[in-house]
């Protein structure tokens, strides 16, 4: 495997359980990103992929995504950009950055440009992000691009696909969701289209290393054909 995706899901519930404001959750939430990350870095992972929020989740309301904003921004700089630097990370930043505060985008600036040359791990993390959207600005750009060019040619998947938010991103190899529902809530279709799918009822705040390891386990037991016959 060289690359596993999460869905870190459950941690408005997690903390609605224990009395506490949905904000905890988040904050519990990036201990369990950091232990997942040890575990894809000795496991020799390649890429390790984080959907931090959909474009839905940034539709709940401005105090929703300036708590959010607040929590990666204080997580990535104070926890995880010492932690990159240190072990040669490099950090990625995949979504709609339009629909970012300007905080989370002033921070995801700094990260990129510090780690972007590292050859190690590599750590994203998509915001804001929705399927329908990355395809549609991706189709725009270039239907304009052939307009100004006066290219009448139909547009190929793979000029597309060269244009999208995700195209820095390889083929997912796994998908593990947390929080007890069973889909990928349009998370990288592209990426994702030959993945081998993982979900887990527990709320991602308590998740630990040892479930990338026993998925590990699990999916060296699948024999993956990708359509082809023995």
Same mark, same amino acid.
């Given at each position: 495997?060289?690359?596993?995706?999460?869905?870190?899901?459950?941690?408005?519930?997690?903390? #609605?359980?224990?009395? @506490?404001?949905?904000?905890?959750?988040?904050?519990?939430?990036?201990?369990?990103?950091?232990?997942?990350?040890?575990?894809?870095?000795? $496991?020799? $992972? &390649? #890429?390790?992929?984080?959907?931090?929020?959909?474009?839905?989740?940034?539709?709940?309301?401005? !105090?929703?995504? @300036?708590?959010?904003?607040?929590?990666?921004?204080?997580?990535?700089?104070?926890?995880?950009?010492?932690?990159?630097? !240190?072990?040669?990370?490099?950090? $990625?930043?995949?979504?709609? *950055?339009?629909?970012?505060?300007?905080?989370?985008?002033?921070?995801?600036?700094?990260?990129?440009?510090?780690?972007?040359?590292?050859?190690?791990?590599?750590?994203?993390?998509?915001?804001?992000?929705?399927?329908?959207?990355?395809? /549609?600005?991706?189709?725009?750009?270039? #239907? %304009?691009?052939?307009?100004?060019?006066?290219?009448?040619?139909?547009?190929?998947?793979?000029?597309?696909?060269?244009?999208?938010?995700? /195209?820095?991103?390889? +083929?997912?190899? !796994?998908?593990?969701?947390?929080?007890?529902? &069973?889909? $990928?809530?349009?998370? @990288? +279709?592209?990426?994702? /289209?030959?993945?081998?799918? #993982? *979900?887990?009822?527990?709320?991602?705040?308590?998740?630990? =290393?040892?479930?990338?390891?026993?998925?590990? =386990? /699990?999916?060296?037991?699948? &024999?993956? =054909?990708?359509?082809? %016959?023995?």
């Amino acid at each position: 495997m060289r690359h596993l995706a999460v869905i870190p899901d459950g941690g408005g519930r997690w903390a #609605f359980e224990r009395g @506490l404001l949905r904000v905890n959750g988040y904050v519990r939430g990036t201990e369990a990103i950091t232990d997942i990350i040890d575990a894809a870095d000795e $496991l020799n $992972l &390649k #890429f390790v992929t984080f959907y931090a929020s959909s474009l839905e989740n940034m539709q709940r309301g401005e !105090a929703f995504s @300036l708590s959010l904003s607040s929590v990666y921004v204080e997580y990535l700089t104070e926890t995880l950009l010492p932690i990159a630097e !240190a072990r040669g990370y490099k950090m $990625l930043f995949v979504g709609d *950055f339009k629909k970012l505060t300007p905080e989370l985008m002033a921070c995801i600036s700094r990260i990129n440009a510090k780690t972007i040359n590292n050859k190690g791990l590599t750590v994203s993390f998509v915001f804001a992000y929705d399927e329908m959207e990355e395809v /549609a600005a991706a189709f725009n750009y270039v #239907f %304009t691009q052939k307009l100004l060019n006066a290219d009448y040619t139909e547009a190929s998947i793979e000029e597309v696909e060269r244009y999208m938010y995700s /195209a820095a991103l390889p +083929p997912v190899d !796994a998908v593990i969701r947390y929080g007890g529902f &069973k889909r $990928l809530s349009g998370f @990288l +279709p592209f990426r994702t /289209a030959y993945a081998e799918l #993982f *979900f887990s009822d527990k709320l991602f705040p308590d998740a630990t =290393k040892g479930d990338i390891y026993d998925l590990m =386990k /699990a999916y060296k037991r699948i &024999k993956r =054909k990708f359509g082809r %016959t023995e």
